[in-house]
Nanobody
Framework: QVQLVESGGGLVQAGGSLRLSCAAS????????MGWFRQAPGKEREFVAA???????YYADSVKGRFTVSRDNARNTVYLQMNSLKPEDTAEYYC?????????????????WGQGTQVTVSS
């Protein structure tokens, strides 16, 4: 069992930055692919970024070049650095853990989910 707790959300102006953190419980954090997803009101949850256990990273086209995902296995934490934020980035952001090495953008591949943290970008 893995418990995930996100933090770092908030209100920021367009063009600003935020860094989200996701702290995981358990001793097997390093064996999971960690993903970030987001869900805006009235929309489906969508993939944002992922980092595998071998530190390969993947991004949605909409955030490529602006967001960076990283992990610190010693701290059981995954981060999402978000720069050049846009109003369309406004959403609840969730981190998730997957035992699979494949399908990093596929929601059912993820076994554990956090409760989410709200990011609001004002124009």
């Amino acid at each position: 069992q893995v418990q995930l707790v996100e933090s770092g959300g908030g209100l920021v102006q367009a063009g600003g930055s935020l860094r989200l953190s996701c702290a995981a419980s358990g001793r097997t954090f390093s064996t999971y692919t960690m993903g970030w997803f987001r869900q805006a009101p009235g929309k489906e949850r969508e993939f944002v970024a992922a980092i595998t256990k071998s530190d390969s990273t993947y991004y949605a086209d909409s955030v490529k070049g602006r967001f960076t995902v990283s992990r610190d296995n010693a701290r059981n934490t995954v981060y999402l650095q978000m720069n050049s934020l846009k109003p369309e980035d406004t959403a609840e952001y969730y981190c998730a853990a997957s035992k699979s090495d494949y399908g990093y953008s596929i929601i059912p591949k993820y076994n554990y989910w956090g409760q989410g943290t709200q990011v609001t970008v004002s124009s």
